[in-house]
């Protein structure tokens, strides 16, 4: 915070940060209040627009900082407070210019559109998925010399492995010196809809802002509700249920909350991910992104051969025949031919058992104690 200066010609005025301030007719508020007000009030809505639950949560203090800054006003010679008409006319200008702005923007993706290479796009993001494999194998060949890495592995081990990352640095870093030739400017490779990376991480951002917010406000709201039907709940696995969703769901808001205030330059240009969460290591990273052309035919690969694991290993049990009786005597015969059908069929089927079947007719099944 700048430091407060009063000047020598003006009694009571304070001078702050370019501007001249003095207390109204009957202000309690001493300077550093004042001060102090004003800068929790930037802060806050500072932070609203990327927290804009600050709001709410600390509303008792920005309340009291407005009601001390509202016992000062402006102490230049002459000042005026804006009218509506000129705020209205701020208002509208700031509309046109940004209107000219998403004109301007949509009359370059137009004409850009024409020079899409998709072979160059390629290389972009090849040359981009390069450089984060060899910060990270750097980054784990340097672990390994210094023992950092793996503490107790093997001396010879160790060896080996260092001198396999060498040789895939060296291999990596030609990549990328070929790549970069063919790419150029990262920066002015412009995709089919003529968009540049900056355009598209621009609009990243704005998306990965309210999904952000979305899921923080659900969660603050989740994360309690389920501590409370724990507390309420009695049976062990319906509160081993709900520990477990606690436990994600923190986690989750946590992760959330500890995001910083990103700029469209933190953000990856081809996805909704912040650049810095894409990584080789899961954790601390979340991954690569999905579309780098390696990682992307790798994962294509795994799920080839998932789903063709799941189609082998899926047995088709064969629907077992339901069982049918040997021969059937049908009811309602006279008591002579059911003597003769049975005699034949004793003759067939010597060791058959009779018994009743459905609408009281005759069965033979094979002997139980034999089958």
């Not at 003006?10 to 940060?17: A, C, I, K, Q, R």
Request: charged letters at 35%.
């Amino acid at each position: 915070m700048a430091a407060a200066k009063k000047p020598d010609c003006l009694d009571s005025v304070l001078e702050h940060e370019g501007l001249l301030w003095k207390p109204r007719q009957g202000a309690t508020s001493s300077a550093e209040e004042f001060l102090a007000a004003r800068a929790l009030f930037k802060d806050l809505h500072d932070d609203a627009t990327w927290n804009p639950w600050v709001l709410n949560e600390r509303a008792a203090e920005l309340e009291q900082a407005e009601q001390i800054m509202g016992q000062w006003k402006r102490a230049e010679p002459g000042h005026r407070v804006m009218t509506k008409k000129q705020i209205d006319a701020r208002m509208a200008r700031w509309e046109r210019e940004f209107k000219e702005r998403l004109a301007a923007d949509e009359e370059r993706h137009e004409r850009d559109r024409s020079r899409y290479d998709p072979a160059r796009e390629h290389a972009r993001l090849s040359l981009i998925e390069h450089q984060s494999r060899l910060e990270f194998e750097l980054y784990e060949v340097a672990g390994l010399r210094d023992g950092s890495r793996f503490p107790a592995m093997d001396p010879r081990r160790r060896t080996e492995q260092v001198a396999k990352l060498d040789d895939s640095i060296a291999r990596i870093r030609a990549q990328i010196e070929r790549l970069a030739d063919t790419t150029g400017d990262p920066e002015d490779v412009v995709d089919e809809r003529g968009w540049l990376p900056r355009d598209r991480r621009e609009a990243l951002l704005f998306h990965y802002r309210l999904d952000r917010q979305f899921e923080v406000e659900d969660l603050r709201t989740r994360v309690p509700d389920l501590d409370a039907a724990l507390k309420a709940t009695k049976g062990r696995d319906a509160r081993a249920k709900l520990r477990t969703e606690l436990d994600q769901a923190s986690r989750r808001l946590e992760k959330l909350l500890a995001v910083p205030n990103l700029t469209a330059e933190d953000m990856c240009s081809e996805c909704q991910s912040p650049f810095a969460r894409h990584g080789w290591s899961m954790p601390p990273w979340d991954g690569p992104c999905p579309a780098w052309p390696g990682w992307a035919t790798r994962v294509k690969e795994a799920r080839k051969i998932l789903l063709s694991a799941h189609r082998t290993e899926e047995v088709v049990q064969p629907r077992r025949a339901k069982p049918e009786p040997l021969a059937v005597i049908p009811s309602g015969l006279p008591i002579t031919e059911v003597l003769e059908r049975l005699t034949a069929l004793q003759t067939q089927y010597p060791d058959a058992e009779v018994r009743r079947g459905r609408a009281n007719r005759w069965e033979l099944w094979p002997n139980s104690s034999t089958s």
